[in-house]
């Protein structure tokens, strides 16, 4: 009987370190699930850093070239700035030099209406002084016939 005893207590003795054994590699495969399950995780979030590294990366030269576009875009508009300043210039200056040309226009009208009045004005003195001349020639004329014919009688 001892020997059964010991056969029997054996034999549960090897099914108890059976489930132990059982239980352990049932935890040790859900913490392996578990670590695959986290390096899955891991390789993930380290895939999505690098995008975002990446994304990080071109948004750092695109402000970049934004910065440097923006400079060359300030220093178009001041040169623009500039030529209009000197375009304003130039138009007040060529505004003044037209306004100086119609006064000056102007003056010579009023000047040459004057000349053509005082041309008319001389014109008819002088047709006026013909018409008296010619009159004091035919008075002339007459008073040389008087005479001939008084000298002839």
Known sequence: M???????????????????VAMQWAQNEQRREAYRT???QTHAISEERDEAVKRADAMINDLADLKQSLIETQKVADEAALVNKQ???????????????TAE????KKQITEWEAAMKLRDQTITEQNETLVALRKKLDEAIAQLKKAGAQ
């Open 2 to 20: 001892k020997q059964s005893i010991f056969t029997i207590v054996n034999a549960i003795g090897c099914v108890v370190l059976l489930g132990i």
């Open 38 to 40: 986290l390096q899955v």
């Open 87 to 101: 375009m304003g210039e130039e138009l007040l200056a060529s505004t003044t030099a037209r306004d100086q040309a």
């Open 105 to 108: 226009r102007d003056a010579l």
